[in-house]
């Protein structure tokens, strides 16, 4: 999988630009305010159909203006692809691929694999279970349709039970037979999505601990499991069993909504336990398990995007980091930084093909 060109118009920061890439490593550097991540998250958009640090499409718009464009070339297998984002404010957002507007955004995940690795990361150990689900169902939903398919039909259901729970509570009501069919319906997909994640995680788990040993380069033991309400009990014997609860809450307290991945170093929780260091080498590790299973499931080479991460990682790291994927021949690169020199010398010492693309001169 290759990016070839980029075309954004009033995308973010920029008002129209165009660039060129290169088939292995782009280094596209710049001050601070000059667009660096915007482009990355650009390319994360095509591939995602909504941005990866903002997902309110309307927020994404130039300053002042009423619409974006995003138009990516790809080649992928040896074909040409291209694929159009745009969205006008008051409208739904339009993408497509070789000028054939997709039905439905959700037909398109999984054409394009992107890996992005920034420091906005860390949110996936300090901050809440919805930040992993979300990092695993992405994961999935790139391999299985209907996987993503079921997901959304349960967060669907669950929205439906949530006001009949907010409605009975409003109007001191209560209907049964309502809130029967929706158990049976939030209970016949939750064991598909229980059973894929559960799978996912074992096989996950597996490219992650060897990532993190070739990053670390230590005998350091990590995991990750897979927490859920469903291995208690079926989802249906769990809501009858927390009505009361939902009822005083008014929304639904159990389910594969509410599952969680845990991170481990050793056998403690790397969120209380792990030093900066090795918080840092896990989430490394995370992305990099994340393009191998990707590789490995849908038999393309991810294009990979690090974000800023040379003011967050020391020299050595990062050196490790390009090394290992110059070394694998991982596949298209686009690395962002504020300094020019610090990029190309990194890159000097890995690889012979690259292209520097600096925004200070270009915009």
């Known amino acids: 999988m290759v990016l070839n060109s980029l075309s954004l118009i009033q995308y973010k920061n920029f008002e129209t630009a165009e660039f060129q890439f290169d088939e292995k490593i782009n280094c596209i550097v710049g001050e601070n305010g000059k667009g660096k991540t915007n482009i990355l998250d650009s390319i994360y958009h095509l591939a995602y159909t909504k941005s990866y640090f903002n997902p309110i499409t309307s927020q994404n718009v130039l300053h002042g203006k009423d619409f974006f464009v995003i138009d990516g070339h790809f080649n992928k297998n040896d074909k040409s692809e291209k694929v159009l984002v745009s969205f006008k404010k008051g ?25 992005i690795i920034s420091p906005t990361d860390r949110d996936l150990i300090m901050e809440g279970s919805d930040i992993r689900r979300k990092f695993m169902d992405g994961i999935i939903a790139q391999v299985n349709q209907n996987y993503l398919n079921n997901l959304i039909k349960y967060n669907g259901v669950l929205a439906q ?20 069919i929706y158990n049976e319906q939030l209970s016949g997909l939750s064991v598909d ?24 380069q230590k005998e350091e033991i990590v995991n990750i499991s897979y927490k859920s309400h469903l291995f208690e009990d079926d989802l249906s014997q769990l809501l009858d069993k927390n009505l ?6 008014q929304y639904t307290s159990v389910g594969i909504h509410k599952d969680d991945l845990i991170f481990h170093i050793g056998d403690f929780p790397i969120k209380k336990f792990g030093s900066q260091g090795q918080q840092k080498s896990y989430l490394i590790a995370l992305k990099f398990a994340q393009y191998d ?21 020391d020299d050595k790291r990062v050196n490790h980091i390009i090394s290992m994927i110059t070394r694998e021949d991982i ?27 600096n925004l200070d001169n270009d915009n």
């Open 91 to 115: 409208q739904k957002k339009i993408v497509k691929r070789n000028a054939k507007v997709y039905d439905r955004l959700k037909e398109h995940v999984g054409f394009i694999s992107v890996v």
């Open 161 to 180: 039970r949530n006001a009949l729970l907010k409605y009975f509570s409003a109007n001191k009501t209560f209907d049964s037979t309502t809130l029967s």
């Open 193 to 216: 999505i229980f059973n894929e994640r559960k799978h996912f995680i074992q096989s996950f788990s597996a490219l992650l601990k060897s990532r993190y040993q070739d990053i670390c």
């Open 244 to 249: 009361q609860k939902d009822m005083a809450l």
């Open 293 to 313: 299973y990707l590789k490995n499931e849908k038999g393309v080479k991810p294009i990979m995007l690090l974000d800023d991460i040379f003011d967050k990682l």
């Open 331 to 357: 596949g298209q690169l686009f690395i962002s930084d504020t300094h020019i020199e610090r990029t190309e010398n990194v890159v000097k010492q890995n690889a012979n093909q690259y292209k520097i693309i």
